[in-house]
């Protein structure tokens, strides 16, 4: 149980980290660890919270592709969960191992070096060829390999499957909006795992900060998309590599000087 429940202001500061970190490419996993981390008494039942929070930048993908996810096609919904196996696969059988992971921040410095080294290379990765037909299958599979190593804390979801498309030879646009319809069933059927396993720890004084959370993040979320892509088409991911090899740095530093 929470031994010491978040209050609005902390549950809006979360959605806020949540919904600028879910799709901007520096971690919102390893963000959210930090955050909860600094909050005296914090503590959850699993990742309830986190599962609240996520739901609101679902939505707000949800919102930001709607007119595209009212026409999809057949082949796209095909490849969308094509590539979300290899990260229902992870997920499932790795379960307690991730969930353990989010308990601490041991290994975030270096997991978030790793995701700085994704966003340079999204930037410095020379494209030979350019992709006009769009996304293959063996490239959705790729960039759900690349997803499901995200799993883990502290790697940019949207960072490494960006990478894992820019390496696969597609247009830069073309792969994160890929990325971002991707994101839904991903975001989704964690939530769906989660929520069943955790809805027995929801604490219903608590919905106030639930909502607050959620509202938070959903809109922070949707302005965060719009930034994405516009810093993918002008060659600013470099600047989401220099942060996070910034921050990284400096939580290892702390860690061995603590």
């Known amino acids: 149980m929470y031994t010491n429940p978040v209050n609005l202001l902390q549950a809006a500061l ?54 595209k996810l009212l026409t999809i096609s057949p082949k796209m919904a095909g490849l969308l969960v094509l590539g979300t196996i290899p990260a229902v696969l992870v997920g499932y059988f790795f379960n307690d191992f991730l969930v353990g992971l989010y308990s601490g921040t041991k290994t975030l410095g270096y997991e978030l070096i790793l995701t700085g080294l994704l966003c340079w290379g999204v930037d410095k990765w020379k494209v030979k060829s350019d992709k006009r ?16 190593i995200a799993i883990i804390p502290g790697i940019s979801r949207s960072g490494a499957t960006i990478f894992g498309g820019i390496i696969r030879g597609i247009d ?6 890929f990325s971002f319809l991707l994101s839904i069933p991903a975001i989704g059927g964690a939530m769906i795992l989660e929520g069943l396993s955790e809805a027995k720890n929801v604490q219903f004084d608590l919905v106030p900060e ?49």
């Open 14 to 67: 979360l959605g806020l980290i949540q919904g600028l970190t879910e799709f901007l490419p520096v971690s919102s996993s390893a963000h959210l660890v930090l955050a909860q981390s600094f909050i005296p008494g914090f503590s959850q039942p699993g990742v309830l919270f986190d599962v609240v929070l996520h739901g609101g930048t679902l939505l707000a993908v949800l919102w930001y592709f709607r007119k």
């Open 133 to 148: 037909g769009g996304v293959s299958w063996w490239d959705s599979l790729v960039i759900g390999i690349f997803q499901a």
């Open 172 to 177: 830069k646009k073309e792969v994160a909006i």
């Open 210 to 258: 639930y909502l607050v959370g959620f509202l938070v993040s959903g809109v922070v979320g949707y302005l965060s998309i719009g930034i994405l892509l516009r810093f993918i088409v002008e060659n600013k991911f470099k600047y989401f590599a220099y942060y996070c090899w910034l921050l990284g740095a400096g939580i290892i530093i702390l860690q061995v000087r603590g």
